[in-house]
């Protein structure tokens, strides 16, 4: 039986794992095998482990545990996109999501239950801060998502399926990840890590809603993919949708891309762009992106405004889209428009909510029990 006191093994990276063997008094092998069946294997207790010897497992019965979030809500879109609803304590839940595409999958992971940031657009930011999420909480996402698509090791052998589903993971789910880099750091250490997910530097997507300070301790510390939410060509604008423009100003968010980039030298920055009508998507405005992005090696990424309710934004329409990336295609940059998917389960960029305390509307918070938990 695991108790509050047990040490949670799931969001231990390779570093944090060996400290923790060392005090058990075991070697570091010891630690990486454990890792190992952790997260290649997907073992959820330690009886599983057959190769590491009983007084060890028993031991480790006593001091730790394996403990994912657990599953509160569990849907399928018609595209396949297939989101999860993870209930992190007895108040707060939030969303992963897994986005099956032609020759990959990618799986999009929360940060925070919240965010403090506030962009007026996204849904996470109304709703308001709860709080940071564990490593174990972070890595547990794609813990879980692998285990229910059958693609830890162990199922696979089993020949439930053999494909490797997850390709991909972007933290672009719930929250800002540079706020919460004591817990990000681990976990994507793991997804990059041979005896953890394995997964390249570059298919680990970190986005930012451009948290310097962040920006320079990933670029340290793990530099994986880095993806900026530019979403508006100057100042004034930016200061209204993405409100940390206010303390870090976009020539200052450039001059750290190009800090970051130096740490991962055949990279670039994919700047995210939300498209919402007749706010940031002129061809004017359009053509002002290219002087921010003469300054940093980029591509950009269009995404379509996803509607949630109350949001006070529209869509921009295909044709302005098209338009858009026109004016940045013509002047050489690659760009990419995101495909909408999940939206008839809410689980399209920006429409997760999770089930967070709203301080903002308190009375209408639907108790996580009352979800049949
Ligand atoms: N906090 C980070 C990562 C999570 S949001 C960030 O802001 O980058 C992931 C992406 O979804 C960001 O580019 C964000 O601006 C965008 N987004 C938020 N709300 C959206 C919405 N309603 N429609 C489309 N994109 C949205
Ligand atoms: Fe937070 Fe990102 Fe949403 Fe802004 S867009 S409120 S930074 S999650």
Redesign the pocket.
Known sequence: MQTKLATNLLGLDSEGMEKCFAKLGEKPFRARQVLKWIHRRGAADFTAMTDIAKDLRTKLNQAAAIEPPVVVGDSTAADGTRKWLLKVDGANAVEAVFIPEDGRGTLCVSSQAG?T?A?P?????KQGFNRNLSAAEIIGQLWLANQALGCHEVSARAGIDSARAISNVV???????MLNLDAVIPAARLMIDDNGYGLSRRRVTV???GVLPGMDRLAEECPVAL???L?APDNALRDRL?PINRKYPIRQLIAACNRYLERAPRDFITF?Y?MLEGVNDSDAQARALLGIAAGVRCKFNL??????HD?GYRRSGAERIRSFAQVLQRAGLTVTTRKTRGDGIAA????LAGEVIDRTRRSKTVPITALGA
């Open positions: 965010c940031l962009c657009f996204c849904a996470t930011g933290f672009m789910g719930m929250g800002e990840p986005s930012t809603s993806a900026v939410s979403h993405v995210e939300v995404i379509p405004f996803n509607a949630f949001s399209a960029c920006g429409q």
